[in-house]
C-alpha cells in the first residue's frame, strides 16, 4: 500500500475559499491559556445568530417585517419589527449555548438573568443598531460586548457583574449587514474581519489583522445639529470644512465607523447644550468599539476620558463619543477644550 503526503492543489482549477471564523476561532484559542473554549463557543454563537439576523433583514422588504412594531424601547425610541426579531434571535442563540448568565440588550429595561449555573460571561447587545434605515436598505449593524463575571459562577448575578468599565471587556465585535455583511472582532489580540460568503453559509476571513489609518480625511457627525452644539464643537467642524475633510455620515453607527476605522477619519456624537450626554449608549455601543478601535490602533474618547476607563452607572447610560485614527480625534479634542491638552490615550 503506498501513502503520499497531501499535497494541496497547485492547478487553480478550485480556487481556495479560505479561512472560516469557526476554523480561526479555534487557531486562536490558545491566546487564552485558561481558557476552556467557552468564549470560543459563545464568539460562535453570535456568528450563528448574525447569520439568522442577516437573513431576515436581507428578506425584510418581502417578508412584512420592514417598518414599525408599534412600541418603544426604554430609550423612548420606536422599535423596528427587526429590532425586536433580532433581539429574539441574539437572547435565543446567547440563552441555549451555556456560556453566559446574563445579558443588557438595548431593547430590553432590565438586566436579563438566564439563570445558567455554568455561564461565566455577561454579553452586553444592541441587536440592530441603525434600524430606522432597514426600510430604506440602508447599513445596519449588531454590536456586542463580552465580559467575564466578577462573581462566583453559580451565584446570583450582581451590579458588580454588569457595571465593568469597557476595559475589562474579554471580547467585542459587530456585524454589519451592508453591501456585503462582515462580523468584526477583537478578543484583545488585534482586529479581525470576516466577510459572509452567502451561498456556503460562511464568515471567511477577509481583514486579518485591521490597522487603522493613524490620520484621515473623513468627519462624520450629524450637523443637523449644528444649532445645538458647543462652540468647540462648531470651531471644530468648520476647521474639517476649511480642511477640506470629507463628509460622511450614513446615520447607522457602526457603517459610520467600519468605514473609518479601514479608511481613516473620525465620527463624533457630541455632548450637545440640551444633551450633555450624548446619545450613544456606553454599555452597548461605545465600549465595544472604543475596544476594537484601540485594538486596531486608533482612539475613543468622550471628550474627556477615555471610553473604556468610564465606570458606568446605570444600565443604558448614555455618552458621547468621538472614536476613529488617533491624530484626528486628537485634533478635535484640541477645539472641544483649546484649554486642555489633546488627550493622551
Ligand atoms: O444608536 C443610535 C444611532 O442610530 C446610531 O446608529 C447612529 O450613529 C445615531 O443613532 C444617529 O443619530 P442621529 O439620527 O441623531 O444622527
Redesign the pocket.
Known sequence: MKILPYQPDQSGMAYSVGTTLDRFIKSKQSDFPFASGELSQLLRDIALAAKIVNRETNRAGLANIGGAFGQTNVQGEEQQKLDVIANIRFMRALSKGGEVCAIVSEEEDSVIDLQNGSGKYVVAI?PL??S?NIDVNISIGTIFSIYRRKTPVGSPIQEEDIMQPGKEQVAAGYVLYGSSTMLVYTTGFGVNGFTYENSLGEFFLSHPAIQAPKDGKIYSI?EG?ELEWTPGVKNYVDHCKKSQYSARYI????A?FHRNLLKGGIYG?PSTQKNPNG???LLY?ANALAFIAEQAGAIATDGVQRILDIQPETLHQRTPLWIGSEKMVNEAMGFLNKKREAVNL
Do not use: I, Q
Not at 446615520?251 to 457602526?254: F, I, K, Q, R
Open positions: 444592541d443598531d441603525g430606522s450629524n445639529s446615520g447607522s453607527l457602526v459610520d456624537y446619545k450613544l449608549r455601543e
